[in-house]
C-alpha cells in the first residue's frame, strides 16, 4: 500500500492518502465513463485540495473521488451525470451530490450546469442517432428548454431523444432504453416531450 505524496499539478503535496486506494478508485471511474486524462488530473487536484482543506472525516474516498470527478465534468462542459457517475461505484447519489458541494467550497469552485445540448449531441453519438433524427432531436430541446427552464439539462436532452422517435413510430429504439441509456426515467421523459408531443 503506498501512502507517499505525490506532487499535483500545481506543485502541492497532497494530503498523505492511500494512494492506490485513489488511483484504483480513479481507474474504474475513468475506464467506466471514457474519461480524458486532462479531466481526470483536474479531478485529482480538486480532490487532493479539497482534502489539504478540510478535516479529516467526510464520506471517504470512495464518494470524494465521484464527486471531484463531476465537478471537473461540470468545470469542462463534459457531459457527466450524477446518477450516471453514481452507478459506476454503486454509491447513493445524493450523498456524491453533497460531496461534490463540499469538494467545490473547499476548493473555491463555482461551476454552471452542464448545458442540455452537450448531453444531447453525446447521447446523438452514443445511441448512432441518423441525420433526421438528430435534427428532429435538436429542434426539440430548443422548445422543451423555452417550456421548462427548471429542467435538469440531461433530462431535457433525453425527452429531445424521445421526440424523434415517438412522433415517427419508429421502434428501432424504446423510450425505456433511452431511460437507461441516459439515467433519466421513463416518467421524466414523458413529461418534458409532451411539450412537443403534445
Known amino acids: 500500500m503506498s501512502t507517499n505524496p505525490i506532487t499535483t499539478s500545481n506543485g502541492d503535496e497532497p494530503p498523505v492518502v492511500n494512494i492506490d ?7 474504474r471511474y475513468r475506464k467506466a465513463l471514457d474519461l480524458d ?7 485529482l487536484d480538486l480532490f487532493y485540495t479539497a482534502e489539504r482543506a478540510r478535516p479529516p472525516g467526510g464520506r471517504g474516498f470512495e464518494y470524494a473521488v465521484p464527486a471531484a470527478i463531476r465537478l471537473a465534468c461540470e468545470e469542462r462542459n463534459t457531459p457527466g ?8 461505484g454503486g454509491i447513493d447519489v445524493h450523498k456524491l451530490i453533497q460531496e461534490k458541494r463540499e469538494i467545490a467550497r473547499a ?17 446523438i453519438e452514443e445511441l448512432e442517432y441518423g441525420c433526421e433524427a438528430a435534427a428532429v432531436a435538436r429542434g426539440s ?3 422543451i428548454q423555452r417550456e421548462k427552464p427548471n429542467a ?18 419508429r421502434d428501432d429504439i424504446t ?22 408531443l403534445d
Open 21 to 27: 486506494r485513489v488511483d484504483a478508485i480513479t481507474a
Open 37 to 43: 486524462d486532462d479531466l481526470v488530473e483536474r479531478a
Open 81 to 88: 451525470t450524477p446518477d450516471e457517475i453514481a452507478a459506476v
Open 107 to 123: 476548493t473555491g469552485t463555482q461551476t454552471l450546469p452542464i448545458p442540455a445540448e452537450q448531453y444531447l449531441e453525446r447521447y
Open 141 to 143: 430541446l430548443e422548445l
Open 152 to 169: 435538469a439539462p440531461s433530462s431535457i436532452a433525453s425527452a429531445s431523444l424521445w421526440v424523434p422517435i415517438k412522433s415517427s413510430d
Open 175 to 196: 423510450q425505456s432504453e433511452i431511460a437507461e441509456h441516459t439515467h433519466t426515467d421513463g416518467l421524466t421523459i414523458r413529461d418534458l416531450s409532451s411539450v412537443v
